[in-house]
């Protein structure tokens, strides 16, 4: 990643003093370093900030000078559901159904989450060198520090006639839920619609239509070819965007500086008074969540989570202990924190003997 103090629009290029910062977390440590209990530490800290580009739209992480680690997570069962639904409606839409039996490249998130398997299973190949008749990406573009480069070399992939499918969760749906959690480092990109639907365009493509899937609360799978006309559910996806102001900085940055400041000082507030605490997903989005809070091994005793990569190792910053599910329910606690509220259903259902002790301090 680069360490440029102020980094032009990784899309278009527009000089970073011509836009904003509309999410400022300070400094965190790294998303992806959960240290060994005896690392001697200090835990670096980062610079952690979103940036909104006035021209194209794109909300964009402003410098990440941290080192990409090898992913530890485990890929949830909420994410295998999503790609199964989105495979089942792209196959029955017309200008993908009547392509199956072509070829299908994938570019595809470090974090796992590949539609490949699903598409092969329908009557997809696997591309080999040729451009491909359908290309999908599933999260991988967030993870790209230019990202112009990186969607050009997605639509030189595709056949002239293919259809490319980019998946990710919604800026609209960050901003309308205060989602401020989902800034991390090494996600590069945070794409409205409205953004990437011009960004096509720069590229010789047209988004043609959306599909909206409750995964994070709002992700869409965005399909787009080079001779197509804006179906009415992209159009109503568009329309709700603009009504909620996307891409005006002051609003997106009142709702997420807002969110962030206010959630935090409600989570300081229930580790001093409501404690001792467990929770349950050491995901890299929790990391800057409990950096901004304060949290400590006193107040958060351990978080539990289902990677055995993780087990073992601490929370960077905290150095809250990371234990296994196993070790949460032996632990019998009076109250646990899911830190990763799209999980709720998986793991009420996965540990019936924690029934009402969960709860969300995250919206």
């Known amino acids: 990643m680069t360490a440029d103090p102020n980094p032009d629009c990784r899309a278009c290029g527009t000089p970073y003093a011509d836009g904003h910062v509309v999410l400022d977390l300070g400094e965190v440590p790294a998303a992806d370093h959960f240290p060994a209990p005896d690392d001697p530490g200090p835990d670096p800290l980062h610079p952690l900030a979103m940036w909104l580009c006035p021209v194209c739209g794109l909300a964009q992480l402003v410098r990440d000078d941290t080192s990409a680690e090898e992913p530890l997570a485990v890929e949830p069962q909420a994410l295998r559901d999503q790609a199964e639904d989105a495979v089942a409606r792209l196959h029955a839409w017309?200008?993908?159904?009547?392509?199956?039996?072509?070829?299908?490249?994938?570019?595809?998130?470090?974090?796992?989450?590949?539609?490949?398997?699903?598409?092969?299973?329908?009557?997809?190949?696997?591309?080999?060198?040729?451009?491909?008749?359908?290309?999908?990406?599933?999260?991988?573009?967030?993870?790209?520090?230019?990202?112009?480069?990186?969607?050009?070399?997605?639509?030189?992939?595709?056949?002239?006639?293919?259809?490319?499918?980019?998946?990710?969760?919604?800026?609209?749906?960050?901003?309308?839920?205060?989602?401020?959690?989902?800034?991390?480092?090494?996600?590069?990109?945070y794409y409205s619609t409205t953004a990437l639907a011009g960004l096509l365009e720069e590229v010789g493509l047209t988004a043609v239509t959306g599909w909206t899937f409750d995964l994070y609360a709002g992700t869409i799978a965005l399909a787009a070819t080079r001779a197509g006309v804006p179906e009415p559910p992209l159009l109503d996806i568009l329309g709700a965007e603009a009504d909620l102001g996307v891409t005006d900085h002051g609003a997106v940055r009142r709702t997420l500086q807002g969110a962030a400041d206010e959630e935090?000082?409600?989570?300081?507030?229930?580790?001093?008074?409501?404690?001792?605490?467990?929770?349950?997903?050491?995901?890299?989005?929790?990391?800057?969540?409990?950096?901004?809070?304060?949290?400590?091994?006193?107040?958060?005793?351990?978080?539990?989570?289902?990677?055995?990569?993780?087990?073992?190792r601490t929370l960077p910053g905290s150095r809250i202990p990371i234990i296994s599910p196993e070790d949460?329910?032996?632990?019998?606690?009076?109250?646990?924190?899911?830190?990763?509220?799209d999980l709720r259903d998986e793991v009420e259902a996965t540990f019936p003997g924690l029934r009402g002790r969960w709860s969300s301090p995250l919206t």
């Open 264 to 312: 935090s000082e409600e989570l300081r507030s229930a580790l001093a008074h409501g404690g001792p605490w467990h929770a349950y997903g050491a995901a890299s989005r929790a990391v800057a969540v409990l950096q901004r809070a304060g949290a400590t091994p006193d107040e958060l005793v351990a978080v539990a989570d289902a990677s055995p990569g993780k087990q073992g």
């Open 94 to 189: 017309g200008p993908v159904a009547e392509r199956v039996g072509g070829s299908v490249r994938e570019f595809g998130s470090p974090h796992g989450g590949s539609w490949l398997g699903l598409l092969e299973d329908r009557g997809w190949r696997a591309a080999q060198d040729e451009p491909a008749d359908l290309v999908v990406d599933t999260f991988g573009l967030m993870h790209e520090e230019d990202q112009a480069a990186a969607l050009r070399r997605r639509v030189d992939s595709l056949a002239d006639d293919g259809v490319l499918v980019l998946v990710f969760h919604s800026l609209a749906t960050i901003v309308t839920h205060g989602q401020w959690s989902s800034l991390r480092h090494g996600h590069v990109g």
């Open 328 to 341: 949460l329910v032996a632990a019998e606690p009076a109250r646990v924190w899911l830190l990763l509220p």
